[in-house]
């Protein structure tokens, strides 16, 4: 889908996931998005190749865990069925096939459906 911006997904956050997101706050060419568990998402689009991203929830605070989804060329993954696109599921070492789609806008709403789901399952536990 070409012409994604991150102003489309900062709509997304705020709009589809609104019991999930705090606030949402530009910073330069990458938005970071607060949690109802104060953890946050950083999202990031590349300004000069088109259809590059990486979507980051850091809960460092909460159990020190990272999520992070993005298809950045990097050859540490080149064995991934996905590659590039690849997902961080729970530390940066752990890296697996991306379970998300593969295009920006679909793989953004996957990625908040996992980290909503996420969030749902601490409340549960607590």
């Known amino acids: 889908m070409p012409g994604i911006g991150i102003e489309d997904l900062k709509r997304i956050a705020k709009v589809e996931f609104a019991e999930i997101v705090k606030s949402v706050q530009t910073m330069g060419f990458k938005i970071r998005i607060i949690l109802t568990d104060n953890s946050f998402i950083d999202v990031t689009l590349s300004r000069t190749i088109p259809d590059k991203f990486g979507y980051h929830w ?11 989804y993005d298809n950045f060329h990097d050859k540490n993954w080149k064995s991934i069925e996905t590659f590039p696109y690849h997902f961080h599921k729970g530390t940066k070492e752990c890296v697996e096939r991306s379970p998300f789609h593969l295009n920006t806008i679909d793989g953004f709403r996957g990625f908040m459906e996992f980290v909503r789901e996420k969030l749902r399952s601490k409340k549960i536990k607590k």
């Open 58 to 68: 850091e809960c460092m605070d909460q159990d020190g865990s990272i999520y992070r």
